[in-house]
């Protein structure tokens, strides 16, 4: 099958009568253009996917401000609450040892505006009042008139057919005469 110089020119666009040389030339040149603009456009498309994805970086960026915020805030207040729980217990503990509980509010809310340090400088300005009825002896007082082993140990040497509770509640008056406490009648 010969294939005619007319169909190789009808296929690509030439005249019968034009110059085959300087038709493929144009065509040459022609294709150089497109080359040169679709190296452009293929730019452009790179360009457009960049920008599209700063834009998207920025989205996430925002999003993840956002939500850091959010945590930060989740967790001062997680923090405040536990502050809170911690004072609170500090002026507990001081109204337990003998501070007067109508000062609990004002302390509390000084506690959390200072350090615990303030705090606890701040409750030992503060008199103790003797919270026991009559100066009988309670609570932490009664630990504090526990006797020793080594009392115990010369109480027996003293007074070896004493029973154990015996010397014990001997002992215990004793220290409470001499912090001017009476131990409560059991």
């Given at each position: ?102 000062v609990r509010e004002d ?27 009559r100066g009988v002896a ?49």
């Amino acid at each position: 099958m010969a294939v005619e110089l007319e169909d190789i020119y009808a296929a690509l666009g030439i005249a019968e009568d034009a110059d085959p040389v300087a038709a493929i030339a144009a065509m040459k040149v022609e294709a150089s253009s497109l080359r040169g603009v679709i190296a452009s456009d293929k730019g452009k498309t790179e360009l457009a996917e960049v920008v599209a994805m700063r834009n998207e970086l920025a989205d996430i960026k925002g999003k993840l401000i956002i939500e850091q915020t959010e945590n930060a805030s989740r967790i001062e207040k997680i923090e405040a609450a536990a502050r809170r729980d911690r004072v609170i217990a500090t002026v507990e503990r001081a109204i337990a040892k003998g501070k007067p509980p109508r000062v609990r509010e004002d302390a509390i809310e000084y506690g959390m505006m200072v350090t615990a340090e303030k705090l606890d400088s701040f409750l030992a300005t503060i008199p103790s009042v003797d919270m026991t009825e009559r100066g009988v002896a309670s609570g932490s007082e009664l630990d504090a008139l526990t006797p020793t082993d080594a009392e115990m140990g010369i109480r027996k040497a003293m007074y070896p057919n004493e029973t154990p509770a015996t010397a014990i509640k001997a002992l215990m008056n004793v220290k409470a005469k001499a912090a001017g406490l009476t131990l409560p009648e059991a």
